[in-house]
Structure formats: C-alpha cells, structure tokens
C-alpha cells in the first residue's frame, strides 16, 4: 500500500526536544520531495519544511517560524523522514503532517499523498 | 515570501448549487521555465488530512469529480463547485510552491444552506 505514516508525537515542555518520523512504502520514497505541514488546534495549515531527494542535493528548507529550531533529514535505506525539533515553544503545538511532492516539481501529482498526521503538544 | 490570501472566509451555498472560492498570491506563482501556476487546491474534512483536489491551477486529481474545478493564473485563482452535494461540506485551502516558503491560504469553510 502506498502510504506515509507520522509517528513521534506527544507532550513535551517549552526549551524540550521531540523527533517526529514520516515513514513510507509502496512508493520510492528516494524519487520524493518529503514536506513537513503542521496545523495548530482549529487552525490553517502552515508549511514547515522540506528536504529535497538526493538527486537534488537532499538540500533542506524552512518556514521563517521555524528556521534554526527545526531540522529535517532523511534516510532512503529505510524509506524514512525526520523532523527534529528542538527549542520547542507553545506555539509549535500543532498536528504535524508529512507529504510528499515529486522530486522534480514540474512533475504532476504534487502533495497528493499525505499522513494522517501525530499530534505534538507543547505545554508546562 | 509570497503571501496567499482566500476569499470568503466561510460561505452557505444550498444543495445543488455553486460554490466559489477566490485565492489570490501577493506574487505571480508561474514558472517561465514551464509556463505553469504552481498552485494546488485542498479539501479538509474534520479530523482528516488536507487532500489535493486541483494542482497546476486547473488539472484535477486523480479521481476528483468533475464538479471541482479551477481556473486563473498569475495572481488570481478560483476554485468552484457545481453543483454542491453534501460531502463538500469542508475547508478548502489553496497553496502556491512556486517558492519557498511555499504558503497556505487562511482556508475557506463551505457549509450548506
């Protein structure tokens, strides 16, 4: 089956850290763009990062909110993703989300597969 | 960083009936290097992901029904709904990732009249 699942979340206090996986299968994982969206309780989306395929550096972006906390890598021997998160804030409470979005962005199907996401709570 | 604003923030649109949503980009989302819009159109239901309904602006998904469309380029983008039916009931988010950070809109709810 063709899927990414998140897993990793929890409670975790202000200054803590937290690392969430995106795990993949049935589809090579190593071809794909993996992105990182969260949303805040009764909240919008809100793009946190990616990490390109290798065939593109692996090179990583970031959304200004998260920039010098937030680190995603990857590992394509076992079709895994990572987000960790240090410095957390009260703000970054949110469930997390990752998708995927072809390893050449001209390609069709952009974000057309996504987890069903791990919540992350920040909170003393 | 591109900035994506939605309009209107929620409408009632009775069975049956059209639903439009706008979208608009604080700057051109096409590519010169292939003259596409890198805009993507999303569905959330309650407690579920977001899921891709639209991409390119204008190319549905696979297996979206063709009451869903949308049109635009550049800066403006609407995504309507012929023929509203009850499983539309949602919020509809669009997305430019013609640039990072690539950015949502505020989303829009659609609810039923």
């Known amino acids: 089956e063709v899927q990414v699942v998140e897993s990793g979340g929890g409670l975790e206090q202000p200054g803590r850290s937290l690392r969430l996986s995106c795990s993949a299968s049935?589809?090579?994982?190593?071809?794909?763009?993996i992105n990182w969206v969260r949303q805040a309780p009764g909240k919008g989306l809100e793009w946190v990062g990616f990490?390109?395929?290798?065939?593109?550096?692996?090179?990583?972006d970031y959304a200004p909110s998260v920039r010098g906390r937030f680190t995603i890598s990857r590992d394509d021997t076992t079709n895994i993703a990572y987000l960790q998160m240090n410095s957390l804030k009260v703000e970054d409470t949110a469930v997390y989300y990752c998708c995927r979005l072809p390893g050449n962005w001209g390609s069709d199907h952009p974000f057309d597969l996504w987890g069903q996401g791990t919540l992350v709570t920040v909170s003393s | 960083d591109i900035v994506m604003t939605q309009s209107p923030d929620s409408l009632a649109v009775s069975l049956g009936e059209r639903a439009t949503i706008n979208c608009k980009s604080s700057q051109s989302v096409i590519s010169s290097a292939n003259n596409r819009n890198y805009l993507v159109w999303y569905q959330q239901k309650p407690g579920q992901p977001p899921k891709a309904l639209i991409y390119w602006a204008s190319t549905r998904a696979s297996g979206v029904p063709d009451r869903f469309s949308g049109s635009g380029s550049g800066t403006d983008f609407t995504l309507t709904i012929n023929s509203l039916q009850a499983e539309d009931v949602a919020v509809y988010y669009c997305?430019?990732?013609?640039?990072?950070?690539?950015?949502f809109g505020p989303g829009t709810k659609v609810d039923i009249k």
């Open positions: 990490i390109r395929s290798r065939a593109y550096g692996a090179t990583t």
């Open positions: 997305q430019q990732y013609r640039n990072t950070p690539f950015a």
């Open positions: 049935g589809f090579n994982f190593g071809d794909y763009v």
